[in-house]
């Protein structure tokens, strides 16, 4: 199933949710434009943006994009000598959009 799909069947739920996606790579990403991560309220998620402390982080993020309303823009980037520690393959940029979806 397909993050929008999924993203869809939550909303006939009733989940307030919000949507990540990757808008821009430099370097070396472990996903591509466009990936996405749909969340819920309650933290739940399906799909993938990046990986580690990058996903837990724009997990969190959209709890409070939900709670507010607001679109964010993230942006992580690392050096190949701390990338691992941050959850990407190695060195890189990444822009993360992440809005609530209503």
């Not at 996606?21 to 996405?36: D, F, I, K, N, R």
């Amino acid at each position: 199933m397909q993050v929008t799909e999924i993203a869809s069947f939550w909303v006939s739920e009733g989940r307030k949710i919000a949507l990540a996606t990757v808008v821009e790579t430099w370097g070396s990403a472990p996903q591509p434009v466009g990936a996405q991560l749909v969340i819920d309220a309650n933290g739940h998620f399906e799909g993938a943006v990046s990986g580690g402390c990058v996903e837990g982080d724009v997990i969190t993020t959209a709890q409070d994009v939900i709670a507010s309303g607001a679109p964010q823009l993230l942006e992580f980037g690392v050096a190949d000598e701390t990338a691992w520690r941050a959850g990407l393959a190695c060195g890189g940029r990444i822009k993360i959009y992440v809005e609530a979806v209503v």
